[in-house]
């Protein structure tokens, strides 16, 4: 991975050649932006970029510290880990960055760190980060990918050079899809336009069965809602909960489905909408469900997110949210 193979982005990638070129590489920075927009390949890119031998504003692929960090063993680029799913503890980014960024690098001119998700750490641990940050060695730098800039302390953010990605172009996502994964016109269009800029999400969408058969779910389950007894409730939160690892997809995708139903009202035009396949089901949901109805069922789908957020019980959250949906 490196600048080339970056698909959008193109001011991140300008932003990062261009201090590399003028020698005014910072010490700390945030890549923001949505879940599998890009962030952990620019991350990387530019980490590589600067530890190549060569030391040029793009990678040369050859040297010994490129392929290093194709490989993942670069002992400069530290990935930091933590534990528990939804915390980065204090503990853990004392023991990965604070107590060992003094320790020189091992090969390279810089000594990067890279954290996932950073929005999960705790205060505390943005805290420790933080005097690290502020003092950092000369070869030290922080990168914080985080998709929540809101839930990192202000002292951290005013520390740092933020960078947030921006959707990539629909025909630059649709083309890529095609050339890569040889998908239909059909099936690119159809993952494209869901991930509305987002090439990650349309490359998961196009090439991972299992999230093929949660679109499939999520469908069924909106087809089925105002129908549905207690017994199918069940079922559907049972089937909800078995894709535990992509509820936020799941939920997603539900509101999707409501941004379709809305479209439709609004233009009246069936091309506008994702679920093309679904027309008629859509178009007769539009006929009977106001404004301020899909209003509130977005709503409900928000309130939904927020809980999964606190670690509520994720089958309690599905079946208030199904039985809101379902009332509205």
């Known amino acids: 991975m490196d600048f080339q193979h970056i698909i959008g982005h193109e001011d991140i990638i300008r932003h990062f050649k261009s201090s590399i070129e003028q020698d005014r590489v910072g010490h700390a920075y945030i890549i923001c932006g949505e879940d599998e927009s ?20 793009d990678p040369c692929n050859e040297c010994p510290s ?17 534990e528990k799913s939804n915390l980065i503890s204090v503990d853990e980014v004392r023991d990965q960055v604070v107590n060992t960024m003094d320790i020189r690098p091992y ?37 914080l990918i985080t998709n929540s800039l809101e ?8 520390r740092c050079i933020t960078l947030s990605t921006k959707p990539v172009k629909e025909r630059d996502v649709e083309e890529y899809l095609k050339e890569h994964y040889q998908l239909d016109d059909a099936k690119a269009r159809f993952c494209m336009e869901y ?5 990650g999400k349309a490359i998961l969408l196009a090439t991972n069965e299992d999230y093929e058969a949660l679109v499939r779910s999520v469908i069924r389950l909106e087809k089925q809602i105002y129908d549905m007894d207690m017994e199918d409730i069940a079922d559907a939160i ?33 091309d506008k909408i994702i679920f093309r396949e ?21 709503k409900a789908i928000e ?26």
């Open 151 to 158: 839930k990192l302390l202000p002292t951290i953010i005013s």
């Open 107 to 143: 090969s390279g001119k810089y000594k990067i760190y890279i954290i996932n998700d950073a929005q999960l750490m705790n205060p505390q641990a943005q805290n420790a980060l933080l005097k690290t940050i502020e003092e950092p060695p000369a070869y030290g730098i922080v990168i």
């Open 38 to 57: 890009g962030r952990s390949s620019l991350a990387f890119s530019f980490a590589k970029t600067l530890q190549c031998e060569k030391g040029e504003a």
């Open 278 to 298: 679904e027309y008629s089901t859509i178009r007769d949901q539009a006929k009977y469900l106001s404004y301020n109805e899909l209003e509130d069922k977005a």
């Open 66 to 82: 490129c392929k290093k960090a194709d490989s993942g063993n670069h002992p400069d680029i530290i990935m930091v880990q933590h």
């Open 238 to 270: 049972e089937s909800c909960v078995n894709y535990k690892m992509n509820i936020g997809e799941y939920l997603d995708l539900m509101m999707v489905w409501y941004r379709d139903i809305l479209m439709l009202k609004v233009t009246g035009k069936p």
């Open 303 to 328: 309130n939904a997110k927020k809980r999964i957020e606190v670690n509520a019980r994720l089958e309690d959250i599905m079946r208030l949210l199904i039985l809101t949906l379902k009332e509205i």
């Open 195 to 199: 991930a509305q800029g987002n090439l």
